[in-house]
């Protein structure tokens, strides 16, 4: 497993994905998505804030990433906004976060 930052734009929909950069560990790191929207598996739809809630699993370009983790503000977000309930992680054990 690899740690991922997933960053979301809410202006367009659009997404982000980074793997930090760890020194001499021999496995290539960085920009694992650059910002572009992506449509789910149907492709017609885009991913929407409620996709990313914690705990869930997003399929994107055929890679598995687990939401385990957001920060402050996208909690805040998920409280405020009654249109998207966030749900807390309670499975674990994975080291994927969306930020």
Not at 36 to 64: E, W, Y
Request: hydrophobic share 40%.
């Amino acid at each position: 497993m690899h740690k991922v930052l997933v960053y979301y734009f809410l202006e367009d929909k659009s997404i982000m994905i980074i793997e930090p950069k760890v020194e001499n560990s021999g496995v290539p790191q960085g920009a694992f998505l650059k910002r572009q929207m992506v449509l789910k598996g149907d492709n017609m739809t885009p991913f929407m804030p409620q996709d990313f809630s914690v705990g869930c699993d997003v399929g994107i370009h055929g890679r598995a990433i687990r939401i385990t983790d957001a920060d402050e503000y996208t909690r805040q977000f998920f409280e405020v906004s009654a249109d998207f309930p966030f749900v807390t992680d309670t499975r674990g054990g994975s080291n994927y976060a969306l930020v």
